[in-house]
Each structure stands twice: as structure tokens, then as C-alpha cells.
């Protein structure tokens, strides 16, 4: 954005006052031909949170010729370095504002020329950026003369910093973007990682607090056994009795930021916000995740065979019993069995045992729950001299059926 262009607004005049609380006319000591109309209590809120009530007064822009709200400076410099961190120093003429680390413009900074009349400066990190018309008037709530300053123009100015406003004419609520609360680089290059037994992370620019979330993984189920927000950057995972017996669990750290913008971990390192880990022997050892899951998530290419007249596997580890289902080439089931051996006589019974044309489905099934399935075709003939075998046939379902 030009700031230059503030000097002629075209678009936005604030709400006029005449129409809200009972107003108090103030007498001004007019640093800029600013005729005084009137002044009313105002809102400043961030985050959610109120953090200020001054009052605001409706006066003529000289820039515009129209009648807009100007909001003392004092009040908005302690809102933004309480709420935003944004630090301010003000002399009478010049306000310069100094964006905290993590925080920066979004727009080029554009230095502009000193201004020749009676406007002050505005200037972030140091950079004048905007010259804005101001009014000298008492405030009812010190009882001090102050600085007032129209707020279309701060909020403009602030705009180019990732604070965004919304202003209905008595309240000014402001954050900063959500989707700038921690750039893109700071939440991906976020150094998340075990010591000792303790998960510990880097502290990231404008977060409000992080969650901890730690649950079990017993093979079976997960369960969450813990979730508590802190503002501290580390987390005793023995800390808590719910989480400090043995086994195998899982850990997650997510971020909050001002503005309620939200960023889970996700670092190049780990490659997922779920840190797994086991507590043994009253200590963390990172990087271990629950066996069994294990086992599950390395049998892909699980790949049961038929030998002879027989279906063959290879046995796995944290089965609770393996089963086998036998249908023709119409789709219809003729036989369901469970087993814990490791082989099946595909002629084992006379229902399944006609010349013809077959599927048969192995599959296993683990204890906590998965499963995997290996669907196998094959045909039943009867020989003149061999008497009935088991071969191998085409998908009945592809072109090569016959």
C-alpha cells in the first residue's frame, strides 16, 4: 500500500457519533484546523480481550473535509505493546513504531518526505511510512491534554504489519492476521525433540501457549491420557501418574497464536506431530513405537501360496487367528473358517471340493483390531489318472477367465 494515498480518502470515512452515548463537547487547542464536534467513550479490544475504554471524539479531517473519529495515541501505543509486543515511542510529532522479532511488514516499506504542515509522522522500524492530521485535546480519563489522531488512518497503517481491524464506529477490535501469526518458515523450521524425559521446542513469535497432548498406544486402541495447555517450552513426560507407567505412547505439541491462529508440529526431522515414545524401567526412550503396530505396518506384502492342494503362509507375530473363506465363481460363500495353523487343504471338504472354478480370501487378524487379506484364484480339475488337483487360475473377474 501508498501511504501517500491516505492523504486523500476516497473510500473510508468512520462512523460519525452523534448517535451513540451522551456525548461531552471538549474545548481543543487545534494543531491542525480540526474543528471539534464531539466525544464519546470508546473500545479498544484485542484478542477477545478489552484493553481499552478511552474516549474517542468525531472531528473534520482536513485531508477529507469529512467528520471521522480520532482516537488518542496514548491509549492505542499501550495496546499494541501489551497485546502485540510492538513497542512505540512517541515525542510530540513523530510516533515510530518497532516490530518485535517474528513480526514484520508485509508491503515494502515505502520511506516518505517530512511533512510541511502541521500533520505528524508515523514510522515503522524506523521508516517514515505515513503522515497523518492531529488534534490536541483533554482526556476525561486522565484529565491530561493528549494526542488524537484519526483511526482509519492507524488502522491502514497497521494493516501493513498483519494486524487487522474491525471498527463499527464505538468499538475497535484488532489481532494480527491469523494466517500471519508465525510466518510459514518459523512454524516449519519449529525444533521439536526429546531430552532426557522431557519433550522440549523452540519458542515461536507471538504464541499465546502451546497444548501437550499425550495418549497410549497399547496395540489395540489409542487412548488420550493427558492434555493441559502451558506457556513454558517443555513437557516432563514422566511428570504426570496417568503417563509415567510403562508402554508405549504417543506425544503431540501444538501451537496457538495470537489471533487464535493454530499450527500443529511438523518438522522435516519427525515428519508428523505425533512423537512416539516408551516409558520403561521409569525412563523415556525415544523413537519407539508400539510393536504390534509394527508388525502390522510391515506385512504389506504378506503373500500367502497354494502348494499342492493346499493354501501356505508364513506366520506373523501378534496374530489372533487367521481365516480362510472359500467361495465359487458365482460370488457365493461356501465355507468360513478361523485357524491358528498355517496351511488349508483346499479339498478338505466336499463342498468345496467339485471340479470348478474358486476364490479364496486368507486373511489375518491382528490384536488390536487390523487386518489384512490376500485374495487367491484357483480351479479344481479331475484328471483321468491323477484324480482331482488344485491349480492356480486367473482373477474370474479379469479377461482372462474362461
Same mark, same amino acid.
Given at each position: 500500500m501508498n501511504f501517500k494515498c491516505m492523504l486523500v480518502r476516497t473510500s473510508f470515512v468512520a462512523s460519525v457519533l452523534a448517535s451513540v452515548l451522551p456525548t461531552t463537547s471538549v474545548a481543543m &487547542? +487545534?494543531?491542525? %484546523? @480540526? +474543528? &471539534? *464536534?464531539t466525544m464519546s467513550k470508546m473500545v479498544i479490544d484485542l484478542d477477545g480481550q478489552q484493553v481499552a475504554a478511552p474516549y474517542g471524539l468525531a472531528a473534520i479531517d %482536513? *485531508? *477529507?473535509g469529512q467528520q471521522t473519529t480520532f482516537m488518542p495515541i496514548y491509549y492505542v501505543m499501550q495496546a499494541l505493546k501489551n497485546g502485540l509486543s510492538i513497542?512505540?515511542?512517541w515525542d510530540g510529532n513523530n510516533w515510530n513504531l518497532t516490530l518485535p522479532s517474528g513480526m514484520s511488514p508485509s508491503v515494502t516499506l515505502k520511506a516518505m518526505? &517530512?511533512?510541511t504542515n502541521a500533520f505528524k509522522s508515523v514510522f515503522i522500524n524506523n521508516v517514515r511510512v505515513a503522515t497523518v492530521p492531529s488534534v490536541n485535546a483533554k482526556d476525561p480519563t486522565s484529565g491530561q491534554v493528549t494526542t488524537y489522531v484519526p483511526i482509519w488512518y492507524i488502522i491502514q497503517i497497521l494493516k501493513d504489519v498483519n494486524v487487522q481491524s474491525n471498527w463499527n464506529g464505538t468499538s475497535w477490535v484488532m489481532g494480527p492476521s491469523t494466517s500471519n501469526s508465525a510466518s510459514t518458515s518459523s @512454524?516449519?523450521?519449529w525444533s521439536v525433540q526429546f531430552k532426557g524425559n522431557s519433550l522440549v521446542w523452540g519458542q515461536l513469535p507471538n504464541a499465546k501457549y502451546y497444548t501437550v497432548t499425550v495418549e497410549r498406544d497399547n496395540g489395540i486402541d489409542v487412548t488420550k491420557l493427558y492434555q493441559a495447555n502451558t506457556k +513454558? @517450552? *517443555?513437557?516432563n513426560l514422566l511428570g504426570n501418574s496417568k503417563i509415567s507407567q510403562s508402554g508405549y505412547y504417543d506425544v503431540s505439541v501444538t501451537a496457538t497464536f495470537s489471533g487464535n491462529g493454530q499450527a500443529s508440529v511438523s518438522t522435516a526431522s519427525m515428519g508428523t506431530q505425533d512423537y512416539p515414545y516408551e516409558v520403561t524401567n521409569g525412563k523415556v526412550v525415544q523413537g519407539v513405537t508400539n510393536p504390534i503396530q509394527n508388525e502390522v505396518d510391515n506385512t504389506t506384502n504378506w503373500n500367502p501360496q497354494f502348494k499342492g492342494n493346499s493354501v501356505v503362509w508364513n506366520k506373523l507375530k501378534y496374530v489372533q487367528y487367521y481365516d480362510v473363506t472359500i467361495s465359487d465363481n458365482n460370488g457365493d460363500q461356501l465355507l468360513y473358517e478361523k485357524t491358528q495353523a498355517l496351511s488349508f487343504n483346499l479339498l478338505s471338504k466336499t463342498s468345496i471340493s467339485k471340479p470348478g472354478n474358486y476364490e479364496v480370501d486368507v486373511s489375518v487378524a491382528f490384536v488390536n483390531g487390523s487386518g489384512i487379506t490376500a485374495p487367491m484364484y484357483y480351479e479344481i480339475k479331475k484328471g483321468a489318472s491323477s484324480g482331482v488337483t488344485v491349480e492356480p487360475a486367473p482373477n474370474p473377474w479379469s479377461s482372462a477367465w474362461n
Amino acid at each position: 500500500m501508498n501511504f501517500k494515498c491516505m492523504l486523500v480518502r476516497t473510500s473510508f470515512v468512520a462512523s460519525v457519533l452523534a448517535s451513540v452515548l451522551p456525548t461531552t463537547s471538549v474545548a481543543m &487547542a +487545534a494543531v491542525n %484546523p @480540526v +474543528a &471539534a *464536534s464531539t466525544m464519546s467513550k470508546m473500545v479498544i479490544d484485542l484478542d477477545g480481550q478489552q484493553v481499552a475504554a478511552p474516549y474517542g471524539l468525531a472531528a473534520i479531517d %482536513p *485531508s *477529507s473535509g469529512q467528520q471521522t473519529t480520532f482516537m488518542p495515541i496514548y491509549y492505542v501505543m499501550q495496546a499494541l505493546k501489551n497485546g502485540l509486543s510492538i513497542q512505540s515511542t512517541w515525542d510530540g510529532n513523530n510516533w515510530n513504531l518497532t516490530l518485535p522479532s517474528g513480526m514484520s511488514p508485509s508491503v515494502t516499506l515505502k520511506a516518505m518526505s &517530512a511533512p510541511t504542515n502541521a500533520f505528524k509522522s508515523v514510522f515503522i522500524n524506523n521508516v517514515r511510512v505515513a503522515t497523518v492530521p492531529s488534534v490536541n485535546a483533554k482526556d476525561p480519563t486522565s484529565g491530561q491534554v493528549t494526542t488524537y489522531v484519526p483511526i482509519w488512518y492507524i488502522i491502514q497503517i497497521l494493516k501493513d504489519v498483519n494486524v487487522q481491524s474491525n471498527w463499527n464506529g464505538t468499538s475497535w477490535v484488532m489481532g494480527p492476521s491469523t494466517s500471519n501469526s508465525a510466518s510459514t518458515s518459523s @512454524v516449519d523450521n519449529w525444533s521439536v525433540q526429546f531430552k532426557g524425559n522431557s519433550l522440549v521446542w523452540g519458542q515461536l513469535p507471538n504464541a499465546k501457549y502451546y497444548t501437550v497432548t499425550v495418549e497410549r498406544d497399547n496395540g489395540i486402541d489409542v487412548t488420550k491420557l493427558y492434555q493441559a495447555n502451558t506457556k +513454558a @517450552v *517443555s513437557f516432563n513426560l514422566l511428570g504426570n501418574s496417568k503417563i509415567s507407567q510403562s508402554g508405549y505412547y504417543d506425544v503431540s505439541v501444538t501451537a496457538t497464536f495470537s489471533g487464535n491462529g493454530q499450527a500443529s508440529v511438523s518438522t522435516a526431522s519427525m515428519g508428523t506431530q505425533d512423537y512416539p515414545y516408551e516409558v520403561t524401567n521409569g525412563k523415556v526412550v525415544q523413537g519407539v513405537t508400539n510393536p504390534i503396530q509394527n508388525e502390522v505396518d510391515n506385512t504389506t506384502n504378506w503373500n500367502p501360496q497354494f502348494k499342492g492342494n493346499s493354501v501356505v503362509w508364513n506366520k506373523l507375530k501378534y496374530v489372533q487367528y487367521y481365516d480362510v473363506t472359500i467361495s465359487d465363481n458365482n460370488g457365493d460363500q461356501l465355507l468360513y473358517e478361523k485357524t491358528q495353523a498355517l496351511s488349508f487343504n483346499l479339498l478338505s471338504k466336499t463342498s468345496i471340493s467339485k471340479p470348478g472354478n474358486y476364490e479364496v480370501d486368507v486373511s489375518v487378524a491382528f490384536v488390536n483390531g487390523s487386518g489384512i487379506t490376500a485374495p487367491m484364484y484357483y480351479e479344481i480339475k479331475k484328471g483321468a489318472s491323477s484324480g482331482v488337483t488344485v491349480e492356480p487360475a486367473p482373477n474370474p473377474w479379469s479377461s482372462a477367465w474362461n
